[in-house]
Nanobody, 130 residues
């Protein structure tokens, strides 16, 4: 079993920044694709960002159009942790943010689909005030 634990959510003003963290279990963390999704009340869960292992220390990243240029996904394999740095936050970014993972790698289409992910965290609330 793989466990994912998110942290770093909170309340910020528009234009501010937050960094979310997701700690994952397992010693094969480097081979996992890690993703961030978000869900607002009454909305479907939507893709935010993902980081896919390709080979060795080479990874690829994917971003939703709505966050590209503002959010950055990264990972620290030594700590089994993935991060989502969120800058220039907007009220529209308000949602519960979920960390997710699956073992292996995939292309952009598959890596952005929630159904691809087998492991999910409990979520952390991000609220951006105007």
């Amino acid at each position: 079993q793989v466990q994912l634990v998110e942290s770093g959510g909170g309340l910020v003003q528009a234009g501010g920044s937050l960094r979310l963290s997701c700690a994952a279990s397992g010693r094969t963390f480097s081979t996992f694709t890690m993703g961030w999704f978000r869900q607002a009340p009454g909305k479907e869960r939507e893709f935010v960002a993902a980081i896919n292992w390709i080979s060795g220390s080479t990874y690829s990243t994917y971003y939703a159009d709505s966050v590209r240029g503002r959010f950055t996904i990264s990972r620290d394999n030594a700590k089994n942790t993935v991060y989502l740095q969120m800058n220039s936050l907007k009220p529209e970014d308000t949602a519960v943010y979920y960390c997710a993972a699956f073992q292996g790698t995939a292309g952009s289409y598959t890596s952005t689909a929630p159904a691809t992910y087998k492991y999910w965290g409990q979520g952390t609330q991000v609220t951006v005030s105007s």
